[in-house]
């Protein structure tokens, strides 16, 4: 009697799961997530892509209550493998969701492509202006900001703090003078210079004498990565970082400050977020990712990609798992019900966030430790972007 | 526009000449000699900083950590030749583009999986940082100053050895006509194998002097090696004194052209115009510098063949 016994067991158990996998199948989430993973900009992709893993650990690896597949795609910095990646994750992988993209460039030909296709684009760092002007489209959010918003904040707090003879220095590129026009929209002094540096300069010595003979009373840049790293470095070594303070957005972060360390001392930076806000999500989000990752910190581009999986949970949760229902999905979305890392914040029209920007500064850090980012005070509340007027959209 | 500052971007100008000849002496050699065209010299580079970092702070000794990475560096150029080089010689310029095309992914991937796609932390030691007062009020940071001085003892070296000792002769001769060498009873794999590890050595030099200063991340090379491909334009493919005049004329040029274009600009043109002319014609200027050598000395300033 026993070995039919065990067939019929076994038979049992092969027939639950022959019944059960077609329906989990249906039931399946797909995101495509597309970022930088390979190059020297890689290391801002590896800490969105380890910001992902703990979303999904965090919700028990299933978002919106559905067994979840994220396929990862590497852009390279570059807008057509960008969009090339975007493709297959829509007719390949057939995703219901396609989220991340670092670069301006690179969203600029990733969102129209996935909008197009009726799928949801969730944008979770580039922000550039056309997206939130004109080109806004109803299944187009991002957890991130609009470019120029972080520029306009230091620009305001340095009009207010009333900071005269500034001296700026940004790259050369469109990006470059986006942030300084967004600096200048508020900060109304006097500038002493206005230098854009080659993209992707290593060495800055003659700025820096350029620099000191002019005499400025502060200095704000724009030198994201690798450009940051060198320039503080060299900034710092030329001693002109107790001479004259220095002022930037983009160019001190978490993932900067690993290789500059005290050079980053008394550092200004502006930001929607810091690793030391104080909200149940944000201290959560940091000690977790501490304890997965090696003590590492996160960075802002980790936050903001960590909100862009809540953002989807709860609009998945809002439909009760029917992935059809996009409007249900829509209207989920524009309540941005989900505990964000940056606290409470609302969606703006064009699906921009309308967010606090704060002052941070690097402070020395745990004995021994790297410095860190602290916030000192909010320089906006609930700002919105210059674009959203020309959006069309109503809700 | 004074003195003290024009002085200032001048010693700026020479430095960042001196970088660049470190990476041009070992370059043209290897193309003048080898006919190698070795897109990987900035990854031999890379190698060279983050060696010279790694053993820097696990010794505690900069000094110490200059000796293990040039030597370090060394190893890793001679043992790239044997593998992967000695099968290229033959073939055309190409092939070698690929090639080492494929070296430079090979190293860059390389050195994140073993210390991150992070740049690493890199610092000068203490009794290297601070200032030094020349002339007026003219403040210089010392780590440049030495970083001049060991390219200028660089090049007095070479000079030494190229036109002073057998060595010298063998790579001159090899420079102007391999096939003769070979036919003459050299052993010319020996000499392509020092050549190859006497360039990687150079490049980790440049690239272990500037680890203190520019970011230590994968891919540092490819940043600087276009410059290094001017300069040997410019200086003449495969000659050691063509690269010290090229570099510093590069370095010189590049310099002055960040650093006074713009006020010069706006001294004809409305300072609007002066404003968007200037950094782009500043960072064109070593190329447009190029195609003037180019038009009018094909072979470079001082070619190494006959």
């Known amino acids: 009697m026993r070995k039919p016994l065990q067939y019929l067991v076994g038979g049992a158990i092969a027939a639950a799961f022959a019944f059960a ?6 039931q399946k989430l797909k995101i495509g997530f597309i970022t930088t993973l390979s190059g020297p900009q890689g290391v801002i992709g590896e800490d969105m892509k380890n910001s992902v893993e703990l979303a999904l650990d965090h919700l028990g690896r299933k978002v919106g209550g559905l067994d979840t597949e994220i396929i990862y795609g590497d852009d390279q910095v570059k807008p057509d493998v960008g969009k090339q990646i975007a493709e297959e994750m829509l007719k390949k992988h057939q995703v219901n969701f396609v989220a991340g993209v670092i670069w301006s460039n690179v969203m600029l030909a990733v969102a129209p ?11 979770t760092n580039a922000g550039p202006h056309q997206l939130a002007g004109e080109g806004c489209n109803e299944l187009f959010f991002t957890t991130s900001w609009q470019n120029d918003q972080t520029p306009e904040a230091m620009g305001k707090y340095m009009q207010d703090a009333g900071i005269q003879d500034v001296y700026t220095i940004s790259p050369n590129y469109a990006a ?24 992707g300069q290593t060495d800055y010595q003659a700025e820096l004498s350029q620099l000191r003979s002019k005499n400025p009373k502060a200095v704000f840049v724009f030198l ?11 900034y710092s070594q030329a001693g002109l970082r107790g001479q004259f303070p220095l002022y930037s957005v983009y160019t001190v972060d978490e993932l900067t400050i690993p290789a500059v360390k005290h050079a980053a001392l008394g550092q200004y930076e502006t930001r929607y977020w810091s690793q030391d806000l104080k909200n149940p999500a944000n201290e959560k989000f940091v000690a977790d990712y501490r304890k997965k990752y090696g003590g590492k910190t996160p960075s802002n581009y980790g936050a903001q990609s960590y909100d862009g999986i809540l953002l989807i949970d709860s609009a998945v949760r809002a439909v009760k798992g029917n992935l059809a229902d996009k409007k249900g999905m829509i209207a989920a979305m524009r309540k941005a019900n989900f505990n964000s890392t940056r606290g409470k914040f609302t969606f703006n029209h064009n699906h921009f966030p309308i967010q606090n920007f704060y002052l941070l500064k690097a402070v020395s850090g745990p004995a021994g430790g790297d410095p860190v980012m602290e916030t000192q005070k909010a320089v906006f509340t609930n700002h919105k972007d210059a674009y959203a007027k020309d959006c069309k959209m109503k809700w | 526009m004074n003195l003290v500052l024009i002085a200032e971007q001048t010693l700026n100008g020479l430095q960042l000449g001196v970088m ?18 070795n897109l990987a010299h900035g990854a031999l580079y890379m190698v060279g900083a983050y060696l010279t970092t790694y053993f820097y702070q696990a010794t505690g000794s900069f000094a110490l950590g200059v000796i293990l990475g040039l030597a370090g560096t060394l190893v890793v150029g001679i043992v790239t030749e044997l593998v992967a080089l000695r099968t290229l010689y033959e073939r055309d310029h190409l092939d070698q583009v690929l090639a080492t095309f494929g070296l430079i992914l090979f190293f860059n991937e390389l050195i994140a999986i073993l210390w991150g796609r992070a740049a690493i932390y890199s610092t000068i030691p203490d009794y290297l940082s601070g200032h030094v007062e020349l002339i007026g009020n003219l403040r210089y940071p010392l ?25 010298g002769m063998l790579i001159r001769a090899g420079a102007s006509n391999r096939a003769m060498v070979a036919a003459l009873g050299i052993n010319i794999r020996l000499l392509y194998t020092i050549v190859f590890g006497f360039g990687a050595a150079l490049a980790g030099l440049a690239g272990l002097l500037s680890g203190p200063i520019y970011a230590v991340q994968p891919g540092m090379g490819e940043l600087v090696l276009i410059q290094v491909f001017v300069v040997i334009v410019i200086g003449g493919i495969g000659s050691v004194r063509g690269a010290l005049v090229g570099a510093l004329i590069v370095g010189m040029v590049d310099t002055m052209g960040r650093a006074f274009l713009k006020p010069a600009l706006a001294t004809i043109l409305s300072p609007s115009a002066a404003e968007t002319a200037g950094p782009a014609l500043a960072s064109m200027l070593i190329y447009l510098l190029m195609a003037v050598v180019l038009a009018f000395r094909p072979e470079g300033l001082f070619p190494s063949r006959g």
Not at chain 1, 21 to 26: F, K, M, T, Y
């Open chain 1, 176 to 199: 470059g003078k986006d942030m300084i026009t967004g600096f200048k929209r508020y900060f109304k002094g006097r500038i002493v210079d206005e230098v854009y540096t080659r993209l």
């Open chain 2, 143 to 167: 780590y440049r100053l030495v970083i001049i001085g060991v390219g200028l003892a660089v090049a007095i070296l070479l000079w030494f050895v190229v036109s002073r000792t057998r060595l």
């Open chain 2, 20 to 37: 660049l000849f470190l990476l041009a002496a070992g370059l043209t050699l290897v193309f003048g000699i080898m006919n190698l065209v």
């Open chain 1, 113 to 123: 492509t996935v909008t197009q296709a009726g799928t949801f684009m969730i944008g």
């Open chain 1, 224 to 234: 994201p990565g690798g450009m940051g790293i060198q320039f503080l470095k060299q």
């Open chain 1, 21 to 26: 996998l077609p329906a989990s199948a249906q």
